[in-house]
C-alpha cells in the first residue's frame, strides 16, 4: 500500500482536470453584429422584453441583451425569419432590411413576446 497514494493522488487530478474539460460551453453568446450601432436595445430580463416593442427604420438593427441570471432565453421570430441562440448573458443583434411588423417570442418560454416595427427608410 506504500505506492498506491500517489496513484491515488494522480487520478484524482486526472478526475478533476476531466470534470473541468467537459464542463458545458458557456452560455454567454456574442452573436454577431456591431451592439454599439443598434437603433434600438431590448433587454430579456424578469422573464420579459423590455420594451415590448421597438420601432426603427429599414436597414438599422436591434440589440438584444440577455440579463435573466440564470434563466436561459432566445429570441425567435414567430415565422423563424430570424432567432438567436439560447442564452443567459450577451447578446443578439439582428438587422432588419424591410419594413414591416415582426413579431417574436422566446421559444423556451412561449408566453415571453415582443415586436420590432421597421418602418420603410427615407
Ligand atoms: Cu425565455
Known amino acids: 500500500m506504500r505506492f498506491s497514494k500517489p496513484i491515488a493522488a494522480a487520478m ?6 476531466g470534470i473541468a474539460g467537459c464542463s458545458e460551453k458557456p452560455l454567454t453568446t456574442d452573436q454577431g453584429g456591431d451592439p454599439s450601432t443598434a ?3 431590448v ?3 424578469n422573464m420579459k422584453f423590455t420594451p415590448k416593442k421597438v420601432s426603427i427604420k429599414a436597414g438599422q438593427s436591434v440589440t438584444w441583451k440577455f440579463d435573466d441570471g440564470d434563466i436561459r432565453h432566445d429570441v425567435t421570430a414567430d415565422d ?3 432567432a438567436s441562440k439560447a442564452a443567459v448573458s450577451g447578446h443578439y443583434t439582428h438587422k432588419f432590411a424591410k419594413a414591416g411588423t415582426y413579431r417574436y417570442n ?8 415582443g415586436a420590432v416595427v421597421v418602418k420603410p427608410s427615407g
Request: proline residues 4%; charged residues 15%.
Open 80 to 82: 423563424k425569419s430570424f
Open 106 to 113: 422566446c421559444s423556451i418560454h412561449p408566453s415571453m413576446r
Open 43 to 45: 433587454v430579456v430580463k
Open 39 to 41: 437603433s434600438a436595445t
Open 12 to 17: 484524482l487530478v486526472v478526475g478533476l482536470s
